[in-house]
């Protein structure tokens, strides 16, 4: 799903930035606010899974740089951005379930890398990261 040319996407939250492991249940508890409405089930799993790619991005990358929910239609998209352009894998044998995880609850996931030309306007330059997103279907 191209959110950037989908009008009818929904932005439901926007971050800039998340630094240290405690401002996870402070993130969860956003997300669980702004998706008053929702049923129960899909706010718990949106919030696990934002948590999970948050938390992925903080331990892999040192900071998520971005966090945004998008719905469209019965469709929810979480974007986590992060400073590492090492592309993502879940790890069946971490005993933190990240990826795994994600992938497990998931309808769909991937990442894409951030162009330098996002922050330096210097054409061929590496990637300065990445986003990892997933997709969840909800019952609305």
Not at 62 to 90: K, M, N, S, W, Y
Not at 100 to 126: C, F, K, M
């Amino acid at each position: 799903m191209e959110l950037d040319r989908e009008p009818s996407a929904v932005l439901l939250l926007a971050l800039e930035a998340v630094v240290r492991t405690e401002q996870l249940a402070e993130v969860r508890a956003m997300i669980d606010a702004r998706l008053d409405g929702f049923a129960e089930q899909d706010r718990w799993r949106v919030a696990l899974v934002a948590s999970e790619l948050t938390a992925n991005a903080l331990a892999r990358g040192g900071i998520c740089t971005g966090l945004r929910i998008h719905e469209l239609q019965q469709v929810i998209r979480i974007e986590v951005d992060d400073t590492d352009p090492a592309p993502p894998a879940p790890d069946l044998g971490d005993p933190e379930p990240g990826l795994s995880l994600v992938a497990a609850v998931a309808t769909d996931w991937g990442y894409q890398h951030l162009p330098a030309t996002t922050i330096r306007n210097e054409p061929g330059a590496s990637p300065i990261g990445k986003t990892v997103w997933c997709e969840l279907r909800i019952d609305r």
